[in-house]
């Protein structure tokens, strides 16, 4: 299938140069002279991949960003801004607003290619990764509570989904950020807004159900079921399930009513 780049860059001769190259490595180019029409394209073509330039003159690549952040549909979209200048603080700005990398000018066309490719390689590969995970991965269906653990939040499906099927693992908020394309102080700030809760917190919470399914229903040891949701550490899991249930893992399957 033919991926979608859309360029927001208001200088002409480097916008035709970038659209130039991208039909001739056999995508298609969208262009955008300003931020505001960008927005609108990305709104009705829902690119795979933004590249937007950060000095612009009727809005800036930040608040391009932001929009497109805001909106269910584009907000998952990988986005590489384009700059004359790379200052650290511009840096943590556009990482911490949820941008994917950074090109710098002059930049040269394989340059741009190369981002362009890497980014949409790490797209491909997180999609794979959730369609062909494990049996051992794989979501557990039999938990009954698994389906109301996660809040419905579209901007949130991709983060669910990735610790749905990798929970079981030894995963973190960089992992879980990586893999869907946000940086992790964005995506924390997302987290928080729509949820009230951490990424963290939605791992912990998960592997919770998992374990009380486990606890009810199998004579499995509590160091089984720790290796089994993802702690080594079985004294970790343990102070872990008594901070959110007051009592320890035993305790609780000891429980008449639990």
């Known amino acids: 299938m033919v991926k979608t780049i859309l360029v927001i860059e208001d200088e002409a001769q480097t916008r035709d140069i970038f659209l130039r190259c991208l039909k001739f490595e056999k995508f298609e180019g969208i262009g955008a002279e300003n931020g505001s029409t960008g927005i609108r394209l990305a709104e009705r073509h829902r690119p795979d991949l933004v590249v937007c330039d950060i000095m612009m003159p009727d809005m800036d690549g930040y608040e391009v960003l932001s929009s497109l952040r805001k909106n269910d549909a584009t907000a998952s979209i990988p986005f590489i801004f384009l700059t004359a200048k790379v200052t650290m603080s511009d840096l943590r700005q556009g990482m911490t607003s949820g941008a994917d990398d950074y090109l710098t000018k002059p930049c040269t066309v394989e340059n741009f290619l190369d981002a362009i490719a890497s ?140």
């Open 119 to 258: 980014r949409l390689s790490r797209q491909a590969d997180f999609k794979r990764g959730l369609q062909a995970a494990p049996a051992s991965e794989a979501p557990l269906h039999n938990v009954t509570t698994s389906d109301s653990i996660f809040p419905s939040c579209p901007r949130l499906s991709a983060v669910f989904e990735f610790i749905e099927a990798h929970y079981q693992q030894s995963i973190h908020l960089t992992d879980v950020a990586q893999a869907v394309g946000y940086s992790p102080a964005y995506l924390t700030n997302l987290s928080q807004s729509h949820t009230g809760r951490t990424v963290k917190a939605w791992i912990i919470e998960r592997r919770m159900a998992q374990a009380r399914h486990l606890l009810a229903s199998t004579a499995e040891s509590i160091k089984q079921i720790a290796d089994s949701i993802g702690y080594a550490d079985a004294g970790y899991f343990t102070r872990q399930f008594r901070k959110l249930h007051g009592v320890t893992p035993q305790a609780w399957r000891s429980q008449p009513n639990r």
